[in-house]
């Protein structure tokens, strides 16, 4: 029991989840930098930036609802971090893993979405209000798509419990090879959820300044960051146990063999990032609905028929 | 920041990120889609045509270099060939082929400039550093012509102040190498990046006949495939011995616009290559006059942005009678709020871009002498306006003591 609270507090939860976002944050700015010809900045940019934060000056707007705009990042950063317990890092299996866990991470990850917005609405300002809208409006596009694909690799594996998928795919790793239609749509949806280019459009700065975090400043903005770096973390983190199901039997190995494919799919989403133009919201939402969310009805309809078909 | 019958009204500007220079746009939005767009210029009015009055032709000279922190050799050629055509001038052969290197030059940093602002609008970033990154090279070989980067100071009366090394001419020539081939990069980019189409064309669409209604002109006048290339339609100095391609497009919409502009860069890149080959021998500048004989002159010159008119009279004296610059960004803010209306409010940056804004160069102070009553105040009357504005905010700052300024 308390071997477990340890656990979860320390490695490999939220300690470890922290630390590990700050070097992902890391190497996603450093990466994008050298993508962009530019030198990037040092190692310990992210925690500078974090501690800066920290120490400076907390202003609320003066029609804000006051707690709930403090609240926020505390309940975003909490979300995010319940998430991370039911995904395997040290090992096959998470912390706490349980059978419908997938379903209860894939809820806990639309929290910040939500406390986003809220940030937004409560702010009271016009940039923050028509952000705090283009999140949610991107998040009734890319939700649909984003849980269909993360829910097929589960029907193919007729479990709902991430450790279960991983253990599943990790005995027949052919099989994870039908999911890689699922495994791009997921890619994409995460980009939109995390409001990364070409899907920034909710932030974007030469629109609307920055959109819903406007007026959030000190602690609290660096808060709202630090959740949207675990947000990350959590989101690639999930991918790689859903669809890249390598592992050795050894669990330090699987630790090793998790941070590559972490940083992997890191590398691909900043890649991703830094070669597309921002696309406009109608242009995301047509995308949305008239690529992603029929591919990812096609992934789930292939995985019943082929459950079915190889009777398992 | 105020909300009217379920409508929002979103300032841009006067700060704001996407703006480079205080602008203020009032954009009235029905959701996402712009229903109506108030243009509000003047934030930047600097009194240069009147400055230019109380000093010596010489003087203006650099007050007319900083007209624009971009297309400034633009501005002093202009101003340059008015007063040559004033006194009778012949500029040498040299000279006007140095003129011609620069100027070229200059409209490739100014369009590498633009693209990477247009690129940042739309959320490209890498496209941005990449187009600076390349657009530092050519600022390096201005700097070694003129010793500045962005106001060289190469324009004088009756010719140029700097010559042309062999060893620069042969660097120039290395770097138009490496240029172009980057150039012809970014033009394939233009036509395939589906994201970036996706995002340029069918915005701020001005057809030929609004062009003609709002007396466009630039690179927004050539997308719509109206040729008004004053190199092409009235050339000048060395445009008359080697001519210009012309670049059009009929996309009437910001992807033709960055298209024109990319294909300018072409073709400068060959100008200037045909001029280092054909640079002539000789002097470089002959001396002029201090008085400049009585008379008034308007002469065109195609800046990076369009046609730029200087307007010179002179009373025979030292100085000027009167000096007006129309900067080509003046005569395209008339059809911004249409260009504006009707698209989405993502695409409102990047139409504002797509003219290639230069606010400072285009604010001039009108007097409405028709439209009922004076808006202009005597130095007392504004100080009053002031302290009466900010008493009404609770402020008072009547007991300030200001040193008189002798005015004439």
Redesign the interface.
Known sequence: MLLDILKILLFPGFAFLAAYAFLLEYVDRKAYARMQNRVGPPWYQPLADFFKLLGKKVIIPRNAGKRTFAALPVVSLAAVATAYVSVPVWGRAAIVGYEGDLVVVLYLLSIPTICLFLAGFSSHDVYTIMGAFRTLTQMFAYEVPLFIAFLSPAVLAGTWSITGILAFYADRPLLALVNLPAFFIALLSAQSKLERAPFDAPEAETEIVGGALVEYSGRYLAFMHASAMCELAVVTSAIAALFLPVLTGFAAADFALYLIKTLALLLLLTLLRASVARIRMDQMLNFCWMVMTPMAIIQIVVNLFLRGGLGL | ?SERDGK????IGPQ???LKEPCSFKITLDG?VVEKAVVEIGYNHRGLEKACESRTFVQDLYIIERVCGICSHAHTSAFCRCVEEMCGLLVPRRAEYIRGIVGELERLHSHLLWLGVA?????????F??TW?DRERVLDMLAAIGGNRINYGVNTFGGVRRDLEPELIAEIGRVMDALEEKLKYYFELALV?P??I??LSGIGILRPEDVRRFSAVGPVARAAGIMDDTRIIEPYGVFREIAVNGVTDDHCDVYGRTIVRVKEMLESVRLIRVMLRELPDGPISVKAPRRVPAGEILIRVEAPRGEDIHYVRSTGGDMPDRVRVRAPTEANWHGMSYMLEGF??????IIIAAIDPCYSCTDRAVRLTDAGGSSLHAWEELRRLGIERYQSLGIDPSGIRLREFPRG
């Open positions: 920041m929002f009204v979103l300032p704001h990120p996407s996402e690129a940042h609008e739309i959320g490209f970033d890498t496209l550093m990449y990154r990046e994201a970036l996706g995002r989405h409010l993502a695409d409102v940056p």
